[in-house]
């Protein structure tokens, strides 16, 4: 099915564990991004990406690494999970210049 | 640095009745975008407004770009329940590698 596509939906992990959220994204659009989003904060931009092997901080990149080796796949680790990371994450990508198609979400719990 | 803010926070209403929600910024964007977000999902996009005293249609949705290109509103008309949800708006940012998301306005219809 075409798309972009998270796993998994849900995640409890430990504190210090390290947890990779996947992202899968068929229309071979350039730009992708992660999010988390918290109450009280909306969207907030980790890490975004403008194409394989080009990705960079966004507003809140702390604690966290991504890689881009396809165009299609964009993980998001976190090296040491700590309970501030507990959120709902949230990944997209961008089709032309202005629409962003996100992703059901993963709700991570650390704790 | 960029921020959209949005009013009001909180809405309920019952249904049949209008609204009218508002994203501002004191930057100017070259587009605006409303999303509606579902509890569990993401973000789906409704619109995206690219010139300044756009109005565009979207059934009982009305959306209009301010003049300025600093604000927008949605205007819904005869509300329903199935219209509950997040609303966001966002636009790109100077670079036009991210979006800026406004908080959001979470409303609720009531039957």
């Known amino acids: 099915d075409a798309g972009i596509t998270q796993s998994p939906r849900y995640k409890i992990t430990e504190t210090g564990r390290q947890v990779t959220l996947m992202c899968h994204q068929t229309?071979?659009?350039?730009?992708m991004f992660w999010y988390r989003q918290d109450l009280g904060h909306g969207l907030r931009l980790i890490y975004y990406?403008?194409?394989?092997?080009?990705?960079d901080k966004g507003e809140v990149p702390d604690g966290y690494v991504v890689s881009r080796s396809k165009t299609e796949n964009f993980p998001l680790t976190l090296e040491s999970a700590t309970r501030s990371q507990t959120s709902v994450y949230f990944c997209?990508?961008?089709?032309?210049?202005?629409?962003?198609?996100f992703g059901q979400g993963t709700r991570l719990t650390v704790v | 640095t960029q921020l959209l803010e949005q009013s009001p926070q909180f809405l309920s209403i019952q249904e049949g009745e209008n609204l009218t929600v508002y994203c501002n910024s004191s930057s100017v964007f070259s587009s605006l975008q409303w999303y509606r977000q579902e509890p569990g999902e993401g973000p789906v996009l409704l619109v995206t407004v690219v010139t300044g005293g756009e109005v565009k249609k979207l059934k009982r949705l009305t959306f209009q770009f301010g003049d300025a290109r600093k604000d927008s509103s949605l205007h819904i008309t005869a509300a329903q329940p199935g219209d509950t949800g997040l609303y966001l708006c966002a636009g790109p940012d100077n670079y036009g590698q991210n979006f800026v998301f406004g908080p959001g306005t979470r409303l609720s219809v009531l039957p």
């Open positions: 229309w071979s659009h350039s730009y």
């Open positions: 997209a990508s961008l089709g032309g210049t202005t629409e962003a198609f």
């Open positions: 990406s403008a194409a394989a092997d080009i990705t």
